[in-house]
């Protein structure tokens, strides 16, 4: 089965209710163009599959979204040692001591000897989060749940940015394009700039391997148009100030580049996936090397290691922004860790909770997501060599055995077959095709 994104975004309203809803009430909330009659029939399969609880009948039926139970670990953000951590950081400023980059702290880890993440719950991170056997290709699981991972990741990363989006209005605006009215411009330009840098993320996690490229890339696709362009990708050469701490980070232009490097050979040496993710979103925060959109940046970062490696990714639910942003100061003014481990870790369980609950739900197409990376390329050559007819026929058809197992070809030409049918301009995206090489195509195609 394959994923329905209104389905989908159905489902993640339901989860978002605190009380079952009507039918009525649920259409209302989901706007416009979803259709009754299709609502009906995807609560029918939501509560066939077990995720969505039916409550009274006839005019009084009521639906829930049943809550995927959540691991025992996960029932508090903070222990009580972080807590305690959490308290020296939020006394007044003038209360907390100036501090500047501890370049000590850095230079005492030592990958794969020092952990920020204890053993047991490293232990207890991968066993939640391993979805996909060994000889899978990198990123398969990212794709599999890449609609809700552009949803939940876009929407919880802008959130803790401060941006007043509704998961609801998120859903829309990444699946639709439709923008929340009476929002302001920058916070749509922030979403859609997290959908194309987490999009980059997946289709680039066959070669995803860190370094200082990737990092600036991310930050390109985070922060255009909402810095100047000069410093989009680049590394700042002027000082920057954290709001609400008394850390001050380097400034000098050299020095940034210098421990940017420092940060990404150090990290690029650390085997355990989530030790590496935790490492980088700690010190991208913490050294701040760009203008703005260095938390950002730092969080789509964390998810490289685990989408690499197909497990969970990193999405940050369930996290308070004053917590989150509570344990970022306590690593820039204390260089203390556990309050972001203990986040990081308490977010990470429920997600994988979470996304377990939607993959039974919605359901995914195995074939589809195993040979995207091959089938888009097909599409790429088709397009670019305007093959239409039995032309086409013949070329998808020699091109597929040569890269499709035989038990998975009679699906994959049915992928491709109905990809051709429905492509426009909004599912070009990535193929290396331009809106006229496209409409030429087309206009062959349908003639």
Same mark, same amino acid.
């Given at each position: ?31 416009s163009g979803f259709p009754?009659? /299709? ?26 979204? @049943? ?77 599999? @749940? ?6 939940? +990741?876009?929407?919880?990363?802008s959130r803790l940015e ?16 439709? /923008? ?48 100047? /362009? ?39 040496? @650390? ?34 290691? +685990?989408?690499?490696?197909? +497990? ?77 007819g039995v032309s086409m ?22 992928? @491709? ?31």
């Amino acid at each position: 089965m394959k994923i329905n994104a209104q389905k989908l975004v159905v489902f993640h309203q339901l989860q978002q209710e605190k009380i079952a809803v009507s039918l009525s009430e649920l259409i209302h909330k989901l706007g416009s163009g979803f259709p009754e009659r /299709s609502v009906r029939r995807w609560l029918a399969e939501l509560i066939e599959t077990g995720e969505v609880e039916k409550q009274g009948n006839k005019r009084a039926t009521k639906y829930l979204a @049943i809550e995927p139970p959540i691991p025992s670990h996960a029932n508090s953000s903070f222990s009580l040692q972080s807590l305690e951590v959490i308290e020296k950081v939020r006394r007044p400023l003038y209360e907390r001591n100036p501090t500047s980059y501890a370049n000590e702290w850095f230079d005492d880890y030592k990958p794969n000897f020092t952990f920020y993440i204890p053993a047991n719950l490293r232990v207890q991170l991968y066993e939640a989060g391993k979805r996909s056997s060994a000889d899978e290709p990198a990123g398969t699981y990212a794709h599999q @749940i890449y609609t809700r991972l552009l949803i939940d +990741l876009s929407y919880n990363s802008s959130r803790l940015e401060g941006n007043t989006y509704s998961l609801l209005d998120t859903e829309r605006l990444v699946l639709e394009g439709t /923008s929340a009215e009476g929002k302001l411009d920058e916070e749509k330009i922030m979403i859609l700039n997290h959908k194309e840098a987490i999009r980059y993320l997946v289709d680039t996690a066959s070669r995803l391997e860190l370094s200082e490229q990737i990092i600036c890339t991310l930050h390109y696709l985070l922060a255009d148009g909402l810095v100047d /362009s000069r410093f989009a990708g680049k590394v700042r050469d002027h000082g920057v100030r954290i709001g609400g701490s008394t850390y001050i980070s380097f400034e000098d232009l050299k020095q940034l580049k210098y421990q940017l490097q420092r940060i990404i050979t150090k990290g690029g040496l @650390i085997q355990d996936p989530y030790e590496q993710s935790l490492f980088l979103l700690v010190h991208i925060s913490y050294l701040q090397a760009f203008t703005d959109v260095n938390k950002r940046t730092a969080r789509l970062s964390a998810n490289i290691s +685990l989408v690499a490696n197909n +497990l969970v990714p990193l999405s940050f639910n369930d996290v308070e922004k004053e917590n989150y942003i509570s344990a970022l100061i306590a690593i820039y003014e204390l260089q203390d860790v556990r309050p972001l481990v203990d986040l990081y870790v308490y977010s990470y369980l429920r997600t994988c909770a979470s996304y377990d609950s939607t993959i039974k739900a919605i359901g995914f197409d195995e074939v589809r997501v195993r040979y995207r990376t091959q089938r888009r390329e097909l599409l790429r050559k088709i397009i670019l060599d305007n093959l239409v007819g039995v032309s086409m026929k013949n070329f998808i058809t020699s091109q597929a055995k040569d890269i499709v197992a035989p038990k998975d070809l009679e699906n994959f030409l049915a992928d @491709i077959h109905e990809d051709l049918e429905q492509i426009d301009e909004s599912r070009i995206a990535g193929l290396g095709v331009t809106s006229g090489q496209l409409k030429k195509w087309l206009d062959l195609y349908r003639s």
